[in-house]
């Protein structure tokens, strides 16, 4: 199975500003098609988790455009640009290359 | 929009089976572009994918290694609903499952049900 790690594990933000997450995958995510199997999912506090950003950089439908992925091969990037109170949570990256789909262990996010 | 509303009991004995049921609507289950799985969740686990079904010219279903010849995975079209059966749980498999729709094409898990915490105990 594909290992992921986050880095890090938990994170205290001022609103308004800048946030960043990292991920790695155990081996490259980039598919013979070009596109790069990776997404972001927010878990809110007492909520199931709901889709950010899928094949590495694309904005799932009514996601805000201060979230923004990046990255390549096994090292990606979730940037928040700006962060409010609402984006309060856990976030966790997911390869989806191959079955078993394999999640990061997850990036506690607050507000301070 | 996709509703995903899941059923079933919250509390197994160990060596029963677990068993869910996941209703669709606002789609179908034998939809060509989607996949529809089961995730769970645990403390000590974290997420977990569980496996999937999926419908092109036939139906195909794909489990995680760890648990195959435990699990099944059904897609119910006279129901339009997905079901799960765990067998021979112990009370490591205690967790909060999920049903979710996954889209074609990498497209990410577009849906999620609302989340059923079952705990394995005697």
């Known amino acids: 199975d594909i290992v992921m790690t986050q880095s890090p594990l938990s994170l205290a933000v001022t609103p308004g500003e800048p946030a960043s997450i990292s991920c790695r995958s155990s081996?490259?995510?980039?598919?013979?098609?070009?596109?790069?199997?990776l997404d972001w999912y927010l878990q809110k506090p007492g909520k199931s988790p709901q889709l950010l950003i899928y094949?590495?950089?694309n904005r799932a439908s009514g996601v805000p455009d201060r979230f923004s992925g990046s990255g390549s091969g096994t090292d990606f990037t979730l940037r928040i640009s700006r962060v409010e109170a609402e984006d309060v949570g856990v976030y966790y990256c997911?390869?989806?290359?191959?079955?078993?789909?394999?999640f990061g262990p997850g990036t506690k996010v607050e507000i301070k | 929009q996709v509703q995903l509303q899941q059923s079933g009991p919250g509390l197994v004995k160990p060596s029963q089976t677990l068993s869910l049921t996941c209703a669709i609507s606002?789609?179908?289950?034998?939809?060509?572009?989607?996949?529809w799985g089961w995730i769970r969740q645990s403390p000590s686990r974290g997420l977990e994918w569980l496996g999937r079904?999926?419908?092109?010219?036939?139906?195909?279903?794909d489990y995680v290694p760890h648990v195959m010849g435990r699990i099944t995975i059904n897609p119910d079209t006279s129901k339009n609903r997905l079901t799960l059966e765990l067998n021979s749980v112990t009370p490591e498999d205690t967790a909060v499952y999920y049903c979710?729709?996954?889209?074609?094409?990498?497209?990410?898990?577009?849906?999620w049900g609302q989340g059923t915490l079952v705990t394995v105990s005697s």
């Open positions: 979710v729709k996954t889209r074609a094409l990498g497209q990410g898990i577009v849906s």
């Open positions: 081996q490259s995510l980039l598919n013979r098609n070009g596109n790069t199997y």
């Open positions: 997911m390869q989806a290359l191959q079955t078993p789909f394999t």
């Open positions: 606002g789609d179908t289950v034998s939809n060509k572009n989607d996949g």
């Open positions: 079904t999926f419908y092109r010219s036939q139906w195909q279903t």
């Open positions: 094949l590495t950089f």
